[in-house]
Structures are given as C-alpha cells and as structure tokens.
C-alpha cells in the first residue's frame, strides 16, 4: 500500500530536436504540470478548510479513492462525466460529515475515525469497483478558452486545459479570496484557532465545523472524480495511490496557506515530471523523488515548532515564515461549552 | 478500561457489522454465506492455509504488541509502517552479506531487524520530543520515506542481476531463510510464530507487572501529572517507540527472511497499519491481539479465496474489518453517552 | 433602561452557584459586584454573557424579557463581557481580532472597518496600530481592544470581569476614565471585582454576594469595613494554631524576580524557617501560583537566588528540586496530581522509594489497604483515580507524599472539602513539622490561612503585598489587604 508513485505524463516524453520543438515541449511540460497538479490542488484546499476550521479530516486517502471510483461508476451508468463528479462529492462529503459527527457529537478521536476510514474506503473502492476495472467511461473534455490561450507561452500551459484544471484555479483563488476577504472565512479561522474565544464572540463553533469539515470532504470526493474522470480515464486501484496522503503532507507543507499549498503541490507535479524523464537515466532516483514531499513536510514541520529554531525564526522572522507556519492551534481538539 | 462495560456494545456493533458486510455482498449479487463459509475455509480449511495464516500473524502479532506499548504511552505510532520496511531493510542487508551457517545468519536477521526498526521509531520520537512534531505526521512522513528507501534498494543498489524490476531483490540465500518445522506434509513457521507469541508476553509482563510499565501507562494517561509525580516523561515516550519499533522491524525480518524471501518495495504487506485496527479492537489490551490479530489475518488470508471462487475483489476482508472497527468505536462511544455508563471523568463543577 | 435581574438560579450538581440572585442596575450606572473567591460573582457573569443557561430566573433589560441562549444571544440583546482573560486570537491582526465575529455582508471590506477602528477607538481615546498582531499587545491594549469591538457592536451593558489584573497603573486610569465616560452616555456597566479600592474609587452602587445569594446592596460610598464583613461573612474564628518551634532557613529568596503571565514579582526577599507553615493570601492569579512555582522549580526566577535547605536551586530543574525533598501539590488534583484510569494501589507503587522492575502486586496492594485505611480514604485498592470524591483525592495525594520531604508546597489543599477532611488533611500536613518540614500553602480561605499559618504572605495584582504574622492579624485586615488596602 505505500509505494511510490510515478505517472506517465506523456507529452513530456517527446525528444525535441529544434529550438522550435524545444520550446513547445516547455509549453507541453508546464501544460502536464499544471494539469497533472489539478485534482491534487482541489484535494488540498479541501483539506485546508477543514483543517483551518480545526478539524483534521484524516481519511482523504480513502476518500479521494472511493469517491474516484463511485464517481467513475456514476458517470459510466449515467453517460455523463458531471453526474460523476456530484456523486463524488457526496461520497467524500459523507465519510467527512462521519468525521465531523463522531468528533462533535460522540467526542470520538479524530484520528481514530479518520484512519480507520482512510483503510476501509480504500478496500471499499478496490471491494465495489472491481467490476469496472478496464471500463472506458465519458470524459471531462477538453476546454481551450479563446483568446486567453492565444497569450505567448501562458495561454498554452494555464488555458489550454479543461474544466477540472479551471475549477483547480477557482478553488485556489476561491480559498484565498475566502479566508482573507471574507468574515465567514476570518470567522473559520478563529474556531481553529481559539474556539472559546469564537464562541465568546457569538460564533456557533460545533456547527460551522461540522458544515466545513462536510465542505472540505466534498471537495477531496470531486478531486477524486477528476482522477478517475479527466486525468485518467477508468477507474483501476492504484489510480490515486498515496495521494490522499500528499493532500495532507501539502497543506503541512504548505502552512495552512492557499497559496503555498498550491505552490506545494505544482512542485510536486513537476517532481513527477522530472521523476518520470529521467526514469531511463536513474531509475532509483526517480522510483524515489516522488517520496520527497514526506520529508519536506517534516523539515517544515521542525522549522516551524522546533524550540531552538523558534529562537533562530524571532531573530529572521522572513526566514521562518518563508519555510511555514503554526497549524491552527486548536487543530484536531474538540470544542465543548464548558 | 472497564471490559464488562464495552462487552456488549461490542458484541452488538461486531453484529450489525456482519450484518453491513452481508448487505454488501447481497448487493453486489454474490451469495453472502457461501462467501463467509469461503473466508474460513481459505484461511483455516487445510494444513497449508493454516501455515499460510500462521505466518501472516506472527508479523501483524509482533507490530501489534509494539503498537500496545505505544498507545499505553498515548502515542499514535502511525509510523509503525515505515519501521516494519527498516526492520525489513536492515534483515535484508545482513541476510545479503552475513556468511555463514544458519545459526548465525537468523538470530542475526532478527537482531538487525529489531535495531532497524528501532532507530526508524526514535526518528518521529526525537521530532516529538525535541522538535514538537507531532507523531502522526513524523510517523506519517517516515513511513513514505522508508518506503521510498526501500524501493529504490530494490531497483537501485540491490537490483537484480541485470534487470531493474520492482518485483524484488534476489532471491537470499537459503541459509538466511527462517527455519521451518515440517510436519503433517507442510512447513511451519515456528520461528515467526515464537517470535510473535514472545513479544506479546513481554509486552504483557511489561505492562501488567513492571515499575516500567506501569510509569508508561502513568505517562499516558496524563503526561502532566506524570511529571509532576518526578517522571522523566520525555525518556519514558523514547523508550515506549524504542520498544515498539523494534517489535515493529522484527515484524519486518518475518516479512523479508520468512515469507518473501527477498526484500519487495511493499515489504510491510500492509500489517502495520492493519496492526492499528487490531489494537483500536483489543482495547489497548495485549491479552486480547492474539485472538483479534489471528481473527484479521484469517479474514484478509480467506478472502483471497473470494477472488478465485467467486470472483469477488478479495478487499473485501478488508471492508469487513474496518466496518467492525469502526462500529466497535461507535458502539463504545455510544455506551459512554448513557447516563451511567461513562468512560470518562466527569468534571466536578 | 435598566437591567433587572429577577431571581436567578443555577446549581452545578449539588453546589448552588447561584442561589436566587435578584438585582437591579440603573442606565447609567457604575455597579460594582463583590464576593470573595466561588461567591458565584463569575457564574452570574457568565448566564448574562449567554455562555450558561440559568436553571430558573430570568434578566429584563429595558423592561424587556432577553433570551440568553448563547453569546450570539447576549450580544445581540447588548450585553457585552469582557473576560479576565481578554479573549484575542494572538496571530491574527488587530483589526481582524477587530472584525472577527461581526455581523455584516460577506465581504470584509477591511479599509471600512480601519475606519470604524478608528473612529470608534478615538471616542473611546484609545490608539490602535491596526497592522499589529494581537500577541504583540499588553494585557490593557487587548482590554481596550475588547471595549471598543464591544462599543462598536452596540453594548448597552458592559460586563467587566476583574478587569485590572495585570494592567498597568496608567492603563487602569485611563480604564477607569473610559468607564466613567461610558457611564455618562447612559451605558450600564458591571464591575466585577475582589479589590475594594477600585469599587469605592470607581462605583456608584454596589452589591455584593456570598455563597450564590446577594447579601447587600447599597449606594456608594459606603464604608470599606461594611463590605469586607459582607464579602467575607461572620467574624472569623480564633486562631487555636500551635506553632511548632521554627528550625534554621529551608528557603531564601535573594532578590528574585518572578515573571509569569500577569504576574510581575520583583526583588522578593522572604525567608522561611524549618517547620514554619507560610499561608499564601490574594485574589486568584496574584502570583500565589508564581511563588509555589518557583519553590518548586517549574518557574525559574529571572534573577535573584533560590536556596532551599541550604542547596542553592537557582535555575535547578523540577526534577532537581524533586531530589532536595521539595513536593508540590498544586490545585488541579485530577489534571496535576492523579492519573485518572490508574487505580489507588497503582498510585502508591508509582510514590513508592521502592525501584525495584517487576512489581510485587500482593505487596501493593497490601501497601495501599494499610494506606487506604491510615488516612481514611473511602475507596478499595483497585479503585481509579476518578472514582473518587474530592476529599479521597485529597487524602490519596497526602497518602503518595514520600516519607523525607524538606518543603512542602500546596495550592489549596482543602477546597472542595468537608469540614472534616479539611480538619484531617491538617492534621497530617501539620505532624510533618515535626520533622522540620516547612510548608508553604496557597489558600483563597482566610479562616484556613489564619488557622494554620505562622505567617501569611498576601499577595495583590501580582505583586507581593505585605507579610503578617498570623498571630497579630485577623480576617479583617487580611480582607482589606487581598483588596489591596492597608486597614484604616
């Protein structure tokens, strides 16, 4: 179950032989990454709110997995790829909203529920959706947006792609817009921070994250759709392998910060890229390179909560909040009115 | 723990979780006792499955009882993943380059594989303690790095002889194999299985009779008061990951030295995580992971039988098992919820 | 306006925190509410802040029956609390602490709320630096912050919770100044407070409550005598305490400054004799806490020297003090002292000297039955931690305290106790003289700090306030001195 991950990306495969052919194969790489990084990034942000809410929602694994599949199934029964996706998002709203329940409601570990989870829905995905390994089913298709895609260079990597690879801009911008801009978003921040100081303020702490925490799964179930629906076609059960578990590590990685999530995982896209060109020359290496997130994740991590690096980051503060920052502080506790 | 208390909800959710598990397969249109009659009958139906069975449970045993240690201290060892592929790793370099007979080569397979794992769990240990990381994602990270470690050996350093593959390294030789007992017309795996059946006694006395673990279980339950009362928390949380790494990488010198024969990138076989659900189920009990630990392993080896006869996806053993965890969480927590029948303090005003 | 509070009940088991507590509070006015520690002053607080539902009664402000369901509630009806602890998200912005949880459209047009910032701050005569982050403010500054979001969020009654610990003397004018001004424009102001000085200077009316029922209202001034007997009740008993003789110093504080939260303690000099029994006074948070802390090695003094029977421990580890026979009980028994699912016989094998690795379960639990019936705790060898009352935590925690202790710290050690626990917790803390143990103990009880001290040491707004002989002191004036008074 823990292997590396390497997928076949294959436009970047081409050798260029002219200037020309070169540049076009950049254009054709960026183009991959951004798509490849796509369902990965609406997964993460997912996570992002559920966790900026101060809830930790560790199933995605098995989430993204059972919702690829369901989603998979949906759209092959129903002839279409948007029927999928709404199905997903149930699927992964669901085991969220299980989450949430047994944390608020029952006072259950979070990690507990949510690992127990992220194995039983993925043994649930590969148990139900065996029938449909090696089906084709419909597409998200491809959506050049005119005039945009015409900019030199740009057009060709972020507006030649589809509807999933846009929605993955949306959602990052979405995010930023809503934690920054907004009060419900600076509202959700301060229940994964301080509950009792939100509660204080009014604020109706245990069902906002339980509506966020049913939010940030729904987004994990499209981004399962898109694997199954857009980045691959078909549904087998390795398709998502480990990428529930790089959701997570991105939004540590990330700092809890939409944009440096985001960051986070178009630099894992590109690992992909690299892992995969130079398959030939250093087979080992790039088996491995895919595995560099997990380490990353924890240097962050020790930058961030390490005592001694502490005293180092008050002395070069843009040192440390270049490398990360703090989880919300009341991540993964549960919230009661005295 | 009061067992009586949670012994009939947990009756009750192992039912309805049948239950589940039988709609499932009503739903899939497969024959649902047929298919529970095949789980026993491909883990327990002949000599040889109960070797086979034998040899899945020593490794899940051995990585449950570290895993008792870890959660008595109040740690969420998720790392034990990675520490099973260490253990694996460094019983696969000694089993490569030890010579000799082999009386020299097993004991030392096992005592490298025990160090392996134990260095790979005082890791995510040390970024606790000293780095405030917490375990889940120390653990969590490590094990994709041991997995990422354990792959590259195999189709870098250790390949085999002109072909890079992931299907494993070479073959060891047969003196690094654990000796098997042959009888009624099968192999045994008496090593693995004394192994395991050892580390749960030791855990057992550990818990149930030391000054050590008793402290542990002090440290766990409340680290705040533990070291108020003068111990030394810090050394007590390395001591349990020392403990349950290097249970955790002996589970890894099973995976390599008596079942594959070779170190595959998916050495762990996955028992590392299994080992959680089997000890979420004991209730942090070590008396109980044998029962529960062969119970797992008898219906993730049965279900394999799935895929042949009625060619069912053998995950679904594993469906089975995660419902049973999960409605056995649930029905404890409902329990706790009755007037009465609380688990947990109750606050004084 | 005006706010009516009819009748409010609200029992927390068997404890009646608020006994059928009605009042009535004029528009305009500066209302000053005493009651010494677990009066129910805090309780009362917190039903009118909606953060608890009262078991019966019910609050009228302008004439009209509020719902206090929830702080949404209480905010919506216009009361607005200020906690002890201002309650301000410490990353985060000044001005999102600001907007945080205020009603409006989605968008949070920040450059708006700058300018509500601004504009409702400098009424106030408050000055924010909008861009800071809130952990970067002072304890006043994050008070001031509270006042003017609650202002701008249309409070007509303020509720302020102990508003003056750990404030600096100009920001206690200035809070001061604001509250009066406030006053004028016809808010209703709560002032909750231990320290009498503050509620003569500060308060047009008073009441005062004592265990959960309002025993005195009055229109200021009134004489401070006439509150302190009604905050504190009957006259207190004698003192019966037998001083035992005082041996050579077990500790010296030389100099030490102690820093810790809102507690600021400098240059503390204070001896204490083997087989003394020094009784801790003040207001809870006044740096009792501080000073047991650093007897006991969990707060190292910023400067200054610690010696305890005769080792210097400037700076020394807990574990190290541990090892010089200092013990520490603090208040949390159940959080700071037992493990809750480890049974009594599992407590005594963990206090034990004996190191020995496997344990003699027979001999434990032989152990513990001697123990369970020496100090009287109701409970069987096999009974948990949690199982047990108030009173058996208790004694079970004496029961753990090794043989050979040099210094003894306690914070609290009989709240929550009969009368007869107390009196036997006493009993076996006072035997310990004997041995020349000293003992140093926190206590919000004046009977208890009189009865059992040599001396007390009293400490106000985490500052240590004056040191008396217990024997040439009584309930009267340690009253006016944890209000921060000498007697007139």
Request: charge should be negative; glycine fraction near 12%; charged fraction near 15%.
């Given at each position: 179950m823990l292997r590396g991950t390497v997928r076949d990306i294959s436009d970047s495969r081409a050798t260029p032989r002219t200037l020309q052919d070169r540049a076009l194969a950049v254009e054709a790489t960026f183009n991959s990454i951004v798509a490849a990084a796509a369902p990965l990034i609406i997964a993460a942000m997912g996570e992002t709110i559920t966790e900026k809410a101060?809830?930790?929602?560790?199933s995605v694994e098995g989430s993204i997995r059972l919702s690829a599949m369901t989603g998979f199934a949906v759209a092959f029964w129903a002839g279409h790829a948007l029927v999928g996706f709404g199905a997903a998002a149930i699927v992964g709203a669901a085991i969220a909203a299980i989450i949430a329940y047994s944390s608020i409601g029952l006072k259950l570990n979070q990690i507990a529920v949510g690992f127990v989870l992220a194995l039983l829905a993925i043994d649930l995905a590969s148990f139900l959706g065996d029938s449909f390994v090696g089906e084709r089913g419909p597409r998200v298709p491809p959506l050049r947006i005119p005039i945009l895609s015409d900019i030199p260079f740009f057009g060709k990597v972020l507006f030649d792609q589809d509807l999933v690879v846009y929605a993955s801009f949306v959602a990052i911008g979405a995010t930023w817009w809503f934690f920054y801009r907004t009060r419900p978003g600076l509202n959700i921040q301060g229940i994964g921070e301080r509950p009792e100081a939100a509660f204080a303020r009014g604020i109706a702490v245990n069902k906002l994250r339980f509506w966020y925490t049913v939010l940030g799964g729904a987004m994990v179930g499209i981004a399962g759709a898109a694997y199954s629906l857009d980045v691959k076609l078909g549904w087998r059960e390795t398709l998502t392998l480990n990428l529930g578990w790089i959701a997570l590590a991105m939004v540590i990685f990330g700092g809890w910060h939409p944009l440096r999530v985001a960051l986070g995982a178009y630099l894992f896209g590109a690992l992909q890229v690299v892992a995969f060109q130079l398959q030939d020359v250093f087979p080992g290496v790039a088996q491995v390179l895919p595995v560099a997130p997990f380490p990353l994740m924890i240097l962050a991590l020790v930058f961030v909560y390490a005592d001694w690096f502490k005293k180092l980051g008050d002395k070069f503060p843009r040192i440390r909040n270049l490398l990360g920052s703090e989880a919300p502080a009341a991540l993964g506790t549960v919230f009661e009115r005295e | 723990m009061k067992r009586s208390r949670t012994a009939i909800p947990t009756l009750i959710a192992v039912a309805a979780a049948l239950g589940v598990g039988i709609a499932l397969l009503l739903a899939i249109g497969a024959p649902p006792f047929e298919a529970l009659r095949l789980l026993v009958d491909g883990s327990l139906g002949s000599a040889s499955k109960i070797s086979i069975t034998l040899l899945a449970w020593s490794p899940l045993i051995l990585a449950s009882a570290g895993l008792v240690i870890t959660f008595a201290a109040g740690l969420w060892n998720i790392g034990v993943e990675g520490q099973i592929i260490i253990g694996a790793i460094a019983a696969s370099w000694v089993a490569r380059t030890l010579p000799g007979p082999g009386w020299v080569v097993v004991p030392a397979t096992i005592v490298a594989g025990a160090v392996g794992g134990l260095i790979w769990a005082l890791l995510a240990g040390v970024l606790k303690t000293h780095g405030n990381v917490h375990e889940i994602f120390g653990g969590l990270g490590l094990d994709f790095v041991a997995a990422g470690l354990a792959t590259y050996l195999v189709i870098g350093p250790w390949k085999r002889a002109g072909v890079a593959s992931t299907s494993g390294t070479d073959i060891f030789r047969e003196e690094a194999w654990m000796p098997e007992l042959q009888a009624f017309g099968v192999g045994w795996p008496v090593i693995p299985i004394a192994l395991g059946l050892v580390s749960v006694v030791l855990v057992w006395v550990l818990l149930r009779g030391t000054l050590f673990g008793l402290k542990l279980k002090a440290v766990g339950n409340n680290a705040h008061s533990s070291f108020l009362r003068g111990i030394p928390t810090n050394r007590y949380i390395l001591g349990a990951f020392a403990i349950g790494g290097g249970l955790a990488g002996i589970a890894g010198t099973v995976q390599a030295t008596a079942f594959h024969h070779k170190l595959v990138p998916a050495i762990s076989g996955g028992y590392g995580f299994l080992a959680i659900l089997v000890v979420l189920l004991a209730g942090y009990s070590a008396v109980a992971i044998g029962p529960i630990a062969l119970f797992f392993v008898a219906v993730s080896v049965g279900s394999t039988q799935l895929d042949l006869r009625l060619s069912l996806d053998s995950a679904f053993g594993g469906v089975l098992l995660g419902i049973i965890v999960l409605f056995v969480l649930f029905g404890g927590a409902w329990a706790a919820k009755r007037p009465g029948g609380s688990l947990t303090p109750r606050k004084e005003p | 306006m005006a706010l009516e509070i009819r009748d409010i009940h609200k029992h927390f088991g068997p404890v009646r925190a608020n006994d059928g507590i009605s009042f009535t509070v004029e528009e305009g006015s500066l209302h000053g509410i005493l009651g010494e520690n677990g009066a129910g002053k805090s309780t009362l607080m917190k039903i009118l802040s909606g953060f608890y539902g009262a078991d019966s009664g019910e609050v009228f402000l302008d004439g009209e029956l509020l719902h206090l369901g929830s702080p949404s509630d209480a905010i919506g009806s216009g009361i607005g609390m200020l906690h002890q602890d201002p309650l301000v998200f410490l990353p985060f912005s000044v001005l999102d602490n600001f907007a945080l949880g205020s009603p409006g459209p989605t968008h949070l047009d920040r450059g708006e709320i700058r300018d509500e910032l601004d504009r409702v701050s400098s009424d106030l005569g408050f000055k924010f630096d909008a861009s800071r982050l809130a952990g970067s403010l002072t304890i006043g500054e994050r008070q001031q912050l509270a006042i003017t979001r609650l202002m701008w969020l249309g409070a007509k009654v303020l509720i302020f919770d102990e508003p003056t610990t750990g404030i600096s003397a100009a920001q206690r004018l200035q809070l001061f100044a604001t509250l009066r001004k406030l006053a004028k424009t016809g808010l209703i102001v709560l002032f909750v407070s231990h320290k009498l000085e503050e509620v003569e200077d500060l308060c047009d009316s008073v009441t005062v409550i004592r265990h959960g029922k309002v025993v005195y209202e009055a229109e200021m001034p009134v004489p401070p005598e006439t509150l302190v007997a009604e905050m504190f009740g009957k006259v207190f008993v004698e003192q019966d305490h037998q001083a035992a003789p005082l041996g050579a110093t077990m500790v010296r504080f030389t100099g030490a400054t102690l820093f810790e939260g809102t507690t600021h303690i400098e240059d503390l000099n204070l001896e204490v004799a083997a087989a003394e029994v020094i009784g801790l006074g003040g207001l809870e948070g006044s740096g009792q806490r501080a000073l047991l802390r650093a007897c006991a090695g969990l707060l190292a003094p910023r400067t200054g020297e610690l010696v305890i029977d005769g080792a210097d421990?400037?700076?020394?580890s807990y574990r190290d003090h541990l090892a010089a026979g200092v013990h520490y009980l603090p208040a949390g028994r159940l959080e700071e002292g037992l493990i809750h699912g480890i049974s009594i016989t599992e407590h005594l094998v963990i206090a034990s000297e004996d190191k020995s690795f496997l344990i003699d379960w027979k001999a434990a639990e032989q152990t513990a039955e001697s123990e369970i019936s020496d100090y009287s705790i109701k409970g069987v060898p096999s009974s948990h931690a949690e199982a047990l009352s108030g009173g058996n935590q208790q004694r079970l925690l004496l029961a753990m305290i090794p043989d050979v202790v040099r210094l003894l710290l306690l914070e609290h050690p009989t709240r929550g106790l009969d009368v007869e626990s107390a009196a036997y917790v006493w009993t076996r803390l006072l035997a310990r003289r004997s041995d020349g143990t000293s003992i140093i103990f926190a206590s919000a009880d004046l009977d208890e700090l009189l009865r059992y001290s040599d001396r007390i040491v009293v400490f106000f707004g985490g500052e240590l306030f004056a040191i008396r002989s217990a024997s040439e002191t009584d309930g009267e004036e340690l009253g006016y001195l944890i209000g921060g008074r000498e007697r007139v």
């Amino acid at each position: 179950m823990l292997r590396g991950t390497v997928r076949d990306i294959s436009d970047s495969r081409a050798t260029p032989r002219t200037l020309q052919d070169r540049a076009l194969a950049v254009e054709a790489t960026f183009n991959s990454i951004v798509a490849a990084a796509a369902p990965l990034i609406i997964a993460a942000m997912g996570e992002t709110i559920t966790e900026k809410a101060g809830v930790i929602n560790l199933s995605v694994e098995g989430s993204i997995r059972l919702s690829a599949m369901t989603g998979f199934a949906v759209a092959f029964w129903a002839g279409h790829a948007l029927v999928g996706f709404g199905a997903a998002a149930i699927v992964g709203a669901a085991i969220a909203a299980i989450i949430a329940y047994s944390s608020i409601g029952l006072k259950l570990n979070q990690i507990a529920v949510g690992f127990v989870l992220a194995l039983l829905a993925i043994d649930l995905a590969s148990f139900l959706g065996d029938s449909f390994v090696g089906e084709r089913g419909p597409r998200v298709p491809p959506l050049r947006i005119p005039i945009l895609s015409d900019i030199p260079f740009f057009g060709k990597v972020l507006f030649d792609q589809d509807l999933v690879v846009y929605a993955s801009f949306v959602a990052i911008g979405a995010t930023w817009w809503f934690f920054y801009r907004t009060r419900p978003g600076l509202n959700i921040q301060g229940i994964g921070e301080r509950p009792e100081a939100a509660f204080a303020r009014g604020i109706a702490v245990n069902k906002l994250r339980f509506w966020y925490t049913v939010l940030g799964g729904a987004m994990v179930g499209i981004a399962g759709a898109a694997y199954s629906l857009d980045v691959k076609l078909g549904w087998r059960e390795t398709l998502t392998l480990n990428l529930g578990w790089i959701a997570l590590a991105m939004v540590i990685f990330g700092g809890w910060h939409p944009l440096r999530v985001a960051l986070g995982a178009y630099l894992f896209g590109a690992l992909q890229v690299v892992a995969f060109q130079l398959q030939d020359v250093f087979p080992g290496v790039a088996q491995v390179l895919p595995v560099a997130p997990f380490p990353l994740m924890i240097l962050a991590l020790v930058f961030v909560y390490a005592d001694w690096f502490k005293k180092l980051g008050d002395k070069f503060p843009r040192i440390r909040n270049l490398l990360g920052s703090e989880a919300p502080a009341a991540l993964g506790t549960v919230f009661e009115r005295e | 723990m009061k067992r009586s208390r949670t012994a009939i909800p947990t009756l009750i959710a192992v039912a309805a979780a049948l239950g589940v598990g039988i709609a499932l397969l009503l739903a899939i249109g497969a024959p649902p006792f047929e298919a529970l009659r095949l789980l026993v009958d491909g883990s327990l139906g002949s000599a040889s499955k109960i070797s086979i069975t034998l040899l899945a449970w020593s490794p899940l045993i051995l990585a449950s009882a570290g895993l008792v240690i870890t959660f008595a201290a109040g740690l969420w060892n998720i790392g034990v993943e990675g520490q099973i592929i260490i253990g694996a790793i460094a019983a696969s370099w000694v089993a490569r380059t030890l010579p000799g007979p082999g009386w020299v080569v097993v004991p030392a397979t096992i005592v490298a594989g025990a160090v392996g794992g134990l260095i790979w769990a005082l890791l995510a240990g040390v970024l606790k303690t000293h780095g405030n990381v917490h375990e889940i994602f120390g653990g969590l990270g490590l094990d994709f790095v041991a997995a990422g470690l354990a792959t590259y050996l195999v189709i870098g350093p250790w390949k085999r002889a002109g072909v890079a593959s992931t299907s494993g390294t070479d073959i060891f030789r047969e003196e690094a194999w654990m000796p098997e007992l042959q009888a009624f017309g099968v192999g045994w795996p008496v090593i693995p299985i004394a192994l395991g059946l050892v580390s749960v006694v030791l855990v057992w006395v550990l818990l149930r009779g030391t000054l050590f673990g008793l402290k542990l279980k002090a440290v766990g339950n409340n680290a705040h008061s533990s070291f108020l009362r003068g111990i030394p928390t810090n050394r007590y949380i390395l001591g349990a990951f020392a403990i349950g790494g290097g249970l955790a990488g002996i589970a890894g010198t099973v995976q390599a030295t008596a079942f594959h024969h070779k170190l595959v990138p998916a050495i762990s076989g996955g028992y590392g995580f299994l080992a959680i659900l089997v000890v979420l189920l004991a209730g942090y009990s070590a008396v109980a992971i044998g029962p529960i630990a062969l119970f797992f392993v008898a219906v993730s080896v049965g279900s394999t039988q799935l895929d042949l006869r009625l060619s069912l996806d053998s995950a679904f053993g594993g469906v089975l098992l995660g419902i049973i965890v999960l409605f056995v969480l649930f029905g404890g927590a409902w329990a706790a919820k009755r007037p009465g029948g609380s688990l947990t303090p109750r606050k004084e005003p | 306006m005006a706010l009516e509070i009819r009748d409010i009940h609200k029992h927390f088991g068997p404890v009646r925190a608020n006994d059928g507590i009605s009042f009535t509070v004029e528009e305009g006015s500066l209302h000053g509410i005493l009651g010494e520690n677990g009066a129910g002053k805090s309780t009362l607080m917190k039903i009118l802040s909606g953060f608890y539902g009262a078991d019966s009664g019910e609050v009228f402000l302008d004439g009209e029956l509020l719902h206090l369901g929830s702080p949404s509630d209480a905010i919506g009806s216009g009361i607005g609390m200020l906690h002890q602890d201002p309650l301000v998200f410490l990353p985060f912005s000044v001005l999102d602490n600001f907007a945080l949880g205020s009603p409006g459209p989605t968008h949070l047009d920040r450059g708006e709320i700058r300018d509500e910032l601004d504009r409702v701050s400098s009424d106030l005569g408050f000055k924010f630096d909008a861009s800071r982050l809130a952990g970067s403010l002072t304890i006043g500054e994050r008070q001031q912050l509270a006042i003017t979001r609650l202002m701008w969020l249309g409070a007509k009654v303020l509720i302020f919770d102990e508003p003056t610990t750990g404030i600096s003397a100009a920001q206690r004018l200035q809070l001061f100044a604001t509250l009066r001004k406030l006053a004028k424009t016809g808010l209703i102001v709560l002032f909750v407070s231990h320290k009498l000085e503050e509620v003569e200077d500060l308060c047009d009316s008073v009441t005062v409550i004592r265990h959960g029922k309002v025993v005195y209202e009055a229109e200021m001034p009134v004489p401070p005598e006439t509150l302190v007997a009604e905050m504190f009740g009957k006259v207190f008993v004698e003192q019966d305490h037998q001083a035992a003789p005082l041996g050579a110093t077990m500790v010296r504080f030389t100099g030490a400054t102690l820093f810790e939260g809102t507690t600021h303690i400098e240059d503390l000099n204070l001896e204490v004799a083997a087989a003394e029994v020094i009784g801790l006074g003040g207001l809870e948070g006044s740096g009792q806490r501080a000073l047991l802390r650093a007897c006991a090695g969990l707060l190292a003094p910023r400067t200054g020297e610690l010696v305890i029977d005769g080792a210097d421990l400037t700076g020394a580890s807990y574990r190290d003090h541990l090892a010089a026979g200092v013990h520490y009980l603090p208040a949390g028994r159940l959080e700071e002292g037992l493990i809750h699912g480890i049974s009594i016989t599992e407590h005594l094998v963990i206090a034990s000297e004996d190191k020995s690795f496997l344990i003699d379960w027979k001999a434990a639990e032989q152990t513990a039955e001697s123990e369970i019936s020496d100090y009287s705790i109701k409970g069987v060898p096999s009974s948990h931690a949690e199982a047990l009352s108030g009173g058996n935590q208790q004694r079970l925690l004496l029961a753990m305290i090794p043989d050979v202790v040099r210094l003894l710290l306690l914070e609290h050690p009989t709240r929550g106790l009969d009368v007869e626990s107390a009196a036997y917790v006493w009993t076996r803390l006072l035997a310990r003289r004997s041995d020349g143990t000293s003992i140093i103990f926190a206590s919000a009880d004046l009977d208890e700090l009189l009865r059992y001290s040599d001396r007390i040491v009293v400490f106000f707004g985490g500052e240590l306030f004056a040191i008396r002989s217990a024997s040439e002191t009584d309930g009267e004036e340690l009253g006016y001195l944890i209000g921060g008074r000498e007697r007139v």
